[in-house]
T-cell receptor, first 116, second 111 residues
């Protein structure tokens, strides 16, 4: 089945130790998003890739970076995780472009990050 | 700026109907979506409605859109315990690339 897969489901990292979260998709969608979701809150968009074009949200801290080596994969790098970065990180994809009318996002199951 | 508001909690009895409400400010949203999130999981698209429609029915789900009042609702008929989750309303921002999210409504279904 075509889907969005995030690995790992649970990640524990040490305070200040770089960590990378992974996302892959078989939907062949041209847009990939990273969201941060804290408990009882709505997902907060960190950034997205439109094809190879990186789009950062104005309030995303510099501590968060992303890479998209190809259409299928996207990575979220947290350079120096702090306690406040503990959250669920959600990857999503969309298909945008000429002739595409709906832009709903398809989500992975998320990676729960714990910082110790 | 764009804003989407939802009531935070709803409790219903199993078998009753649930109605979850949402208001939005961005009248340029062409599609409005309902997502469901179960504990510890990602978000699952439940249904959507195009902005020139006023109602859409999909099995137990009915979406009503009042564009004049910028009000969207999701009705779940015959609510089951498996419907317990957080429901998010979202609309696409003007450039279509991003979704603007409500805070989510936590639905509790009591046996």
């Amino acid at each position: 089945d075509a889907m969005v897969i995030q690995n790992p489901r649970y990640q524990v990292t040490q305070f200040g130790k770089p960590v990378t979260l992974s996302c892959s998709q078989t939907l062949n969608h041209n847009v990939m998003y990273w969201y941060q979701q804290k408990s009882s809150q709505a997902p907060k968009l960190l950034f997205h890739y439109y094809d190879k074009d990186f789009n950062n949200e104005a309030d995303t801290p510099d501590n968060f970076q992303s890479r998209r080596p190809n259409t299928s994969f996207c990575f979220l790098d947290i350079r120096s995780p702090g306690l406040g970065d503990a959250a669920m990180y959600l990857c999503a994809t969309s298909r945008l472009g000429q002739g595409v009318l709906r832009t709903e996002a398809f989500f992975g199951q998320g990676t729960r990050l714990t910082v110790v | 700026g764009e804003d989407v508001e939802q009531s935070l909690f709803l409790s219903v009895r199993e078998g009753d109907s649930s109605v979850i409400n949402c208001t939005y400010t961005d009248s340029s949203s062409t599609y409005l979506y309902w997502y469901k999130q179960e504990p510890g999981a990602g978000l699952q698209l439940l249904t959507y409605i195009f902005s020139n429609m006023d109602m859409k029915q999909d099995q137990r789900l009915t979406v009503l859109l009042n564009k004049k009042d910028k009000h969207l609702s999701l009705r779940i008929a015959d609510t089951q315990t498996g419907d317990s989750a957080i429901y998010f309303c979202a609309g696409n921002a003007g450039n279509n690339r991003k979704l603007i999210w409500g805070l989510g409504t936590s639905l509790a279904v009591n046996p």
